[in-house]
């Protein structure tokens, strides 16, 4: 049992590239966070789903897309990097909402140049 | 809006001495309640919940918690660390059907031996 996978581990991106990141889940769960984590800031989230076909916004959501086509997987879209995207993204998954089961990744350290 | 406050960024204590980290929130509303815990080099990791019920809590490895509904606080304590404690600590507030989980900054606690 994997739980939450995330791929890649370790990105360097130019300005200006695009770039998707790949959050899979093997346990069924209906909820899907993106967060970011910057240095003195804590996580904050920035999309979420809660269930295949759908996408919300969360606390930061400029600069990304998501995408929820399977219910397993939750894509996070860099459509256009800037500096400002550099951090540490984490997925998480969750049965229900509510978080009282909260599963994270092992993080993407993603830098922007 | 909701938010969450760690006072203490940086903790360092010796071996055996006791523990507690600050955790306040500002939220009107009945919230649920979380710390976290990341080990260098992985992902969260969930110490202990409060949804209701006791307001004593407690989590995996020792760690306590302690909501105090009239002061908005939520602190983590410890009687005594050990070397392995050496991590950082999240504190997280979710508003009662809301659907995001608000982290605080993050407190980091070094150990030593």
């Known amino acids: 049992n994997a739980g939450v996978t995330q791929t890649p581990k370790f990105r360097v991106l130019k300005t200006g590239q695009s770039m998707t990141l790949l959050c899979a889940q093997d346990m069924n769960h209906e909820y899907m966070y993106w967060y970011r984590q910057d240095p003195g800031m804590g996580l904050r989230l920035i999309h979420y789903s809660v269930g295949e076909g759908t996408t919300a916004k969360g606390e930061v959501p400029d600069g990304y897309n998501v995408s929820r086509l399977k219910k397993q997987n939750f894509l996070l879209g860099l459509e256009s990097a800037a500096p400002s995207q550099t951090s540490v993204y984490f997925c998480?998954?969750?049965?229900?909402?509510?978080?009282?089961?909260?599963?994270f990744g092992s993080g993407t350290q993603l830098s922007v140049l | 809006a909701q938010s969450v406050s760690q006072h203490n960024h940086h903790v360092i204590l010796s071996e055996a001495a006791s523990l507690e980290l600050g955790c306040n929130y500002s939220?009107?509303?009945?919230?649920?309640l979380f710390w976290y815990v990341q080990y260098p080099g992985q992902h969260l990791q969930l110490l202990l919940k409060y949804f209701s019920g006791d307001p004593l809590v407690k989590g995996i490895k020792g760690f306590e918690a302690e909501f105090i509904k009239s002061k908005f606080s939520f602190n983590l304590r410890k009687p005594s660390v050990q070397w392995s404690d050496t991590a950082e600590y999240f504190c997280a507030v979710n508003g009662l059907g809301a659907n995001n989980l608000f982290f605080g900054t993050g407190t980091r606690l070094t150990v030593i031996p």
């Open positions: 939220y009107g509303g009945t919230v649920n």
């Open positions: 998480a998954s969750s049965p229900t909402g509510g978080f009282e089961k909260l599963f």
